[in-house]
């Protein structure tokens, strides 16, 4: 018991004396905690020093790591480098185009001059996107609108590009840019009109203005600033601010959402006049600070019309272009008096003067040359491939033609169906007879030789074009009579073919099979084409939509009449996914009918949106699944095999055992 009491005494003696000296202890206490909160403060201040000091020696030393030992990350560059692009016929561009160069040079940046007609877009224009270079595009117009001579092939394949659904709406997405023309506002229809279209043609594949598109002008009574030397000057002035903001990795002004390719930046843009067309100034509308600038007002009318006055391979047209609306209401009358020549009054086809329209529709529309009344002839895609020394189209793979010696070409711009998948958007008369105003096959290959000829012709220096296929390409060897309409349809088609024979052009001729009589007295060809769209009557209704009520009765009476005939013949299969692909043993019985030499089996090609097709991509099959159809089909048909490939068309042969070498 004592000895508990002492402990108590003990405790209760600490506990009293702690208590008494509370104010000591509180302030040791705080001392502590003021001591512990500074060296904490100390400790993280020596910490970012550190850290900002390593972060300084990495970037003094990023620049001497060697690859493969760099362990760094870069520093992030906005801006590569400046490529100049000049197209120029007195000098001006390329004077301007140095100018600009030296003055890049002084930001300590990356430079490079390159005139148009020495550069290959087709095969490096792409590469930009990636590249964080800025490309500026210095380009003269020259006699009536058109591109100098050293800049017309990329104004060519640009402008191309731009309406060839297969590029895609971003072929150059990442590409930034920048335009100046050079023009001169005197000749008022074609004032700027190059620069315009570049500037156009590039934000419709979706690259990025870096600012607004400028124009110099030559007449110095309606130049901005006096001259087109101040002119490039002041907008050379803009480019480098801007160019610097953007080395400093400064955002765009421009959200590159712009409506109809109008560049709307956060500050107010100067609004363009169209006076020039008026052959009034347009510099009185503008602002001050804005004067050499335009925001293409222009453009947003010629997107709309889909850049009517742009080189366009018809094969290659991806979305219709909405002008033709238009074209179609008047082409749809034209085909109910093809149909009926009693529409309109006059019965006589020599007074039906409806066709001058339809061709200058066709004309302001498409790449064709047109013949006479009723023809027409048409650089392929293939043909120019070639010339540069690339692949050729499947004719050359399956049978040794050489597409740059290929003419495509037609005798008659008409047709009998209205095919959903038809790569020409029914931009051409139909009808179900002969109903023109007939030319006569010496005029028409005449000039269909020397049209061919001409456009051949423009690719004359154009770079990577093969100098010894240049000259090849100069006389044809062969014509597809395949580029439109129904050249069966002619009446004088037997003496076409056999002029292209006398001077020894070989001869494909392709027909929709809605003309028996004609294929029984169609005299040799070298190889005679039949379309077999469809195996069943209700399949070739929904695809071909034939203008023949008794369309399926023609069908295989034209199977029938190929069968007699003593020639190569060739069905050609177009399939459409989800419409034509499941009736095998329907095809086999027809080939069983026809009896043709070789069978074309190709995937259809997606031309892009037209109201006269519902077809997507989705329509188009796999290459992978037309493979799988052709080895079914050729299962069924013992006496063929399949013969050849061309991945590139999407497209295989089957042929006929006697044929085999």
């Not at 030499?597 to 997507?616: H, I, M, P």
């Amino acid at each position: 018991l004592d000895v508990s009491m002492d402990t108590w005494d003990f405790s209760y003696t600490c506990l009293v004396s702690l208590w008494l000296h509370r104010f000591y202890i509180y302030c040791v206490v705080a001392f502590g905690i003021s001591i512990w909160i500074i060296i904490q403060f100390t400790t993280t201040k020596t910490k970012k020093k550190v850290t900002e000091a390593i972060s300084i020696a990495s970037e003094g030393i990023e620049d001497k790591l060697v690859n493969g030992y760099a362990t760094l990350q870069a520093k992030e560059v906005y801006v590569a480098g400046v490529k100049i692009f000049y197209g120029s016929q007195t000098g001006t561009a390329k004077k301007f185009a140095t100018g600009l160069a030296e003055a890049i040079i002084s930001l300590n940046l990356p430079v490079e001059v390159i005139s148009m007609g020495d550069y290959d877009p087709d095969d490096c224009l792409a590469e930009e996107t990636t590249s964080r270079n800025i490309c500026v595009f210095l380009v003269a117009t020259y006699t009536d609108g058109q591109p100098t001579e050293s800049a017309a092939w990329f104004c060519k394949w640009l402008g191309e590009a731009a309406n060839d659904f297969r590029f895609g709406k971003t072929y150059l997405k990442g590409l930034r840019y920048a335009v100046f023309g050079l023009g001169n506002s005197v000749y008022v229809d074609h004032y700027n009109t190059v620069g315009r279209s570049i500037d156009r043609w590039l934000w419709m594949l979706s690259a990025s203005r870096i600012m607004t598109r400028a124009e110099g002008d030559c007449n110095v009574a309606q130049s901005k600033h006096g001259s087109i030397e101040a002119d490039f000057e002041a907008w050379k002035a803009k480019f480098l601010s801007r160019l610097q903001a953007l080395c400093r990795g400064e955002k765009k002004p421009c959200s590159g959402k712009c409506k109809k390719g109008r560049c709307k930046s956060s500050r107010k843009q100067s609004k363009e006049s169209s006076d020039h067309e008026h052959g009034t100034s347009e510099h009185e509308n503008t602002e001050a600070e804005e004067l050499f600038e335009t925001s293409s007002e222009e453009e947003a009318d010629a997107e709309e019309a889909g850049g009517t006055n742009a080189v366009v391979d018809v094969e290659d047209l991806g979305n219709i272009m909405s002008h033709m609306k238009k074209a179609k209401v008047l082409l749809l009358g034209l085909s109910v008096r093809a149909r009926d020549p009693h529409v309109g009054g006059h019965s006589d086809p020599a007074h039906l003067g409806w066709v001058p329209v339809t061709i200058s529709t066709i004309k302001t529309t498409t790449s064709y040359k047109l013949i006479g009344s009723h023809s027409g002839v048409k650089l392929c895609r293939w043909t120019k491939s070639m010339l540069r020394g690339r692949g050729g189209c499947y004719k050359h793979t399956f049978y040794g033609i050489e597409s740059h010696r290929c003419m495509e070409a037609t005798p008659s711009l008409a047709c009998a169906n209205k095919c959903v998948f038809c790569w020409r958007h029914h931009t051409n008369p139909v009808g179900t007879e002969w109903r023109w105003k007939m030319d006569q096959p010496e005029m028409i290959l005449q000039e269909a030789i020397e049209n061919h000829r001409n456009m051949i012709k423009q690719f004359k220096g154009v770079s990577g074009v093969k100098a010894d296929r240049f000259e090849e390409a100069m006389t044809a060897k062969h014509c597809a009579l395949s580029l439109v309409g129904e050249p069966i349809m002619y009446p004088e088609i037997n003496r076409f073919v056999k002029l292209l024979h006398q001077h020894s052009i070989s001869s494909f001729l392709v027909t929709n099979a809605q003309f028996p009589d004609e294929i029984r007295n169609l005299e040799p060809v070298t190889q005679l084409y039949v379309s077999v769209d469809a195996s069943t009557k209700e399949s070739l209704k929904r695809i071909d939509r034939p203008l023949f009520k008794d369309f399926w009765q023609r069908f295989l009476d034209s199977l029938k009449a190929l069968s007699e005939k003593q020639q190569r013949t060739v069905y050609r299969l177009t399939l459409v996914k989800a419409w034509n692909v499941d009736e095998l043993k329907a095809y086999a019985d027809l080939i069983a009918l026809g009896k043709p030499d070789f069978v074309e089996v190709k995937g259809v090609t997606y031309c892009g949106e037209s109201s006269a097709s519902n077809l997507t991509m989705a329509n188009v099959p796999w290459h992978e699944e037309v493979v799988r159809f052709v080895q079914e089909l050729a299962d069924l048909v013992p006496d063929y095999e399949i013969a050849c490939e061309h991945e590139h068309s999407n497209c295989l042969l089957i042929a006929h055992k006697k044929v085999r070498l």
